[in-house]
């Protein structure tokens, strides 16, 4: 397992190689973003670190053709932890995705993983979430989706305290935002707050600045890394 020097986050890449999806309708930003992610990220990741990519990977509908983009991204300098966003349509049974995910490749789902030595070391866990109720509620299908994403985190939480040693950090991957304007408790809220987590981070908006966005949760940092709110740079968030 890697010995993790660094550890970089960037959600939503929306890649599409089998069957191009241009992403401009979501504003000239977007223009060649797949060339942007894999030119940049190569200056400033190296092989010994971690990158977190927490949602919305591909715009492919089915796992053969997501593994087009999931190669690309695999052959990229890193180890890479990835989670479920709400357009990764082709992630269903994730013992299936695992047999076939490329190597340094792994998918967090109802569990944790662990990087790094003894005593120095990161353990990564989280869910997809989904909308929390803000200045609307939510509809009574709304509230069981949330309701079971809560089960999931709980669960990748439960996961990753098991895995957790002395002097590990602890981050939470989202792909939905944590909590949404004016950022009144939910029921993911408790569960976060009461993790030890060092940093949460979530991706999902697009054309929203970072200060418009939940900024913590019991006192822990929450940052949004969709990958057009970093100008497709990999942000990094721990250096160990």
């Not at 959600?11 to 060649?32: C, N, Q, R, Y």
């Not at 895995?163 to 004016?182: C, E, K």
Request: proline share 10%; net charge negative.
């Amino acid at each position: 397992m890697l010995v993790a020097v660094r550890v970089f986050a960037l959600a939503d890449l929306h890649l599409s190689a089998v069957s191009p999806k241009p992403m401009t309708i979501f504003g000239p930003g977007w223009a060649e973003h797949p060339q942007a992610i894999f030119t940049q990220w190569p200056q400033v990741v190296t092989e010994e670190d971690l990158v977190l990519l927490p949602g919305d990977l591909s715009w492919a509908m089915t796992l053969d053709d997501a593994l087009v983009d999931l190669r690309q991204v695999a052959e990229l300098p890193g180890e890479k932890v990835i989670l479920r966003g709400n357009h990764d349509y082709w992630w269903s049974s994730v013992s299936k995705l695992r047999a076939r995910l490329p190597e340094r490749m792994h998918a967090v789902q109802n569990d944790a993983l662990r990087f790094g030595p003894p005593g120095a070391g990161v353990v990564v866990c989280g869910t997809r979430g989904w909308d929390t109720p803000g200045h609307n509620p939510l509809d009574p299908q709304d509230e069981k989706i949330l309701s079971r994403e809560a089960e999931r985190l709980r669960l990748s939480l439960g996961a990753a305290q098991r895995l957790r040693q002395p002097g590990d950090h602890l981050i939470v991957m989202l792909h939905y935002p944590p909590a949404s304007p004016p950022f009144q408790p939910n029921v993911l809220t408790p569960l976060l707050a009461e993790s030890g987590a060092d940093q949460i981070v979530f991706g999902h908006l697009h054309g929203i600045p970072q200060e418009r966005t939940v900024g913590q949760v019991g006192g822990i940092p929450a940052c949004l890394v969709a990958a057009d709110a970093l100008s497709f740079w990999p942000r990094l968030l721990l250096e160990l």
